[in-house]
C-alpha cells in the first residue's frame, strides 16, 4: 500500500470522479486510474464503483478511507513538526470554532492572527463535537475550541480558557418562559447538542440527578447551531445550550434563558487537542490571539462585549 495510492482514493472520495481526482492532483487520469488499480489488485478487493456520473467508493473502499486520510494526515503533521524544528513557518492552520465563540469573539482573533502570520492559510470549521472530534482523530484539525468535559483523557489533552453557564432557553413567546422549575417542562418538546457517547452524560446533568426524565422522542438532537436556534425560535422548542448563545442570531433579542430553581452545570471552553500531538507556531500564536480577545472582552467598556464578558470566567 503506497501513499500515492492513498490519495487517489482520497481525491476521488472527495471529488466524486477519476477526472476531477486526477486534476485536484494535478496528475493525468491514467496515473489516478492505474494507482487504484494497483491498489485493487494488491488488496484483491474492488475499492471504485464506476458509473456514467463519476465513481463512488465500495463497501471496500470505505473502510479504507479513514485509514488513508488518517495516515496521509499523519505524514502531513509530521513534515509539519520536523519544519517546525528548522524553524519554518506553517503554511497552514484548522481550527475548529464552538458556535458561539463564532458569532462574538472570532473575528477579533482572527484580525490579530493575521497580522502576526499573514502567510498561514486559515481553515475555520463550525466546531460541534460531532464535526471537530473526528477531524481531531484524523489529523485534519490542529485544535478544537470548544468543550472539554465529556472528552476520553486517554485520548484527548485540553487547556481550559473560560467557564459559562448552561441554561434553557425559550422564544420570547413560549408560554412556559417564566417557568421556575424543569418539572413544569418535561412535556415540552426539546432541541440539544450531543454525541452518540456523550447522551447519556447530557440526560443525566439535565433530567436524571433530579429524579426527572423526558420521552426520547421529545428531544430532537441538532448537530447544527443554526438548526438547534431556528427550532427554539421557530418550532416553539426549549433549548439546553451555553448562556453565551443568547448573544449570537437568530437568538439574539429573540430568546430568553429560564430562571430555573435547578442548578444547572457549568461548561467549558477549551483548546482541545490529541494528546499525542503538540501545537505548533501557527497553533500556538492563534490561542494567544483567542486569549487576547476574551481578556480585551472582559476590559472593555462595550455594552455588548460587557454582556458577554459577565456572562464568562476566564481561567488563564
Known amino acids: ?6 490519495q487517489a482514493l482520497i ?3 472527495d471529488s466524486g470522479g477519476i477526472r476531477s481526482a486526477a486534476r485536484g492532483l494535478g496528475l493525468s487520469q491514467a496515473a489516478i486510474t492505474r494507482a487504484l488499480r494497483e491498489l485493487e489488485e494488491e488488496q484483491g478487493l474492488p475499492l471504485l464503483s464506476r458509473h456514467a456520473g463519476g465513481a463512488r467508493l465500495t463497501v471496500a473502499g470505505q473502510t479504507l478511507l479513514p485509514h488513508a486520510r488518517q495516515i496521509a494526515s499523519q505524514l502531513e503533521n509530521a513534515q509539519r513538526d520536523l519544519a517546525s524544528l528548522r524553524g519554518e513557518t506553517p503554511t497552514r492552520l484548522c481550527v475548529g470554532v464552538t458556535p458561539w465563540f463564532g458569532q462574538t469573539l472570532l473575528a477579533v482573533a482572527v484580525q490579530a492572527f493575521r497580522r502576526e502570520m499573514p502567510a498561514v ?8 463535537q460531532a464535526v471537530s472530534l473526528s477531524l481531531l482523530r484524523t489529523g485534519q484539525m490542529q485544535f478544537a475550541l470548544g468543550p472539554a468535559g465529556n472528552l476520553p483523557g486517554q ?3 485540553h487547556e481550559p480558557l473560560a467557564r459559562y ?3 434553557v432557553l425559550a422564544s420570547n413567546l413560549h408560554p412556559l418562559r ?12 426539546w432541541v440539544m447538542n450531543f454525541t452518540q457517547a456523550s447522551h447519556e452524560q447530557v440526560m443525566h446533568e439535565l433530567f436524571g440527578r433530579y429524579g426527572y426524565s423526558v420521552a426520547p422522542g421529545r428531544i430532537v438532537c441538532a448537530q447544527s447551531s443554526a438548526m438547534l436556534s431556528s427550532l427554539i425560535i421557530n418550532a416553539g422548542m426549549l433549548g439546553y445550550s451555553p448562556e453565551p448563545m443568547l448573544l449570537c442570531e437568530p437568538l439574539r433579542g429573540k430568546a430568553t434563558a429560564l430562571a430555573l430553581d435547578e442548578t444547572l452545570e457549568e ?21 494567544g490571539c483567542l486569549q487576547q480577545a ?4 472582559a476590559r472593555s467598556s462595550d455594552a455588548e462585549a460587557r454582556q458577554l464578558a459577565d456572562m464568562l470566567r476566564l481561567l488563564f
Do not use: N
Open 165 to 167: 453557564r448552561m441554561r
Open 155 to 157: 485520548e484527548f489533552a
Open 178 to 189: 417564566t417557568a421556575r422549575s424543569l418539572g413544569q417542562l418535561l412535556e415540552q418538546d
Open 11 to 13: 481525491a476521488v472520495a
Open 1 to 6: 500500500m503506497k501513499l500515492h495510492q492513498l
Open 267 to 287: 461548561g467549558d471552553i477549551s483548546v482541545v487537542r490529541l494528546r499525542d500531538q503538540a501545537l505548533d507556531p501557527a497553533a500556538r500564536c492563534f490561542v
Open 294 to 297: 476574551l481578556k480585551a472582552c
Open 121 to 128: 492559510q486559515l481553515e475555520l470549521y463550525e466546531g460541534l
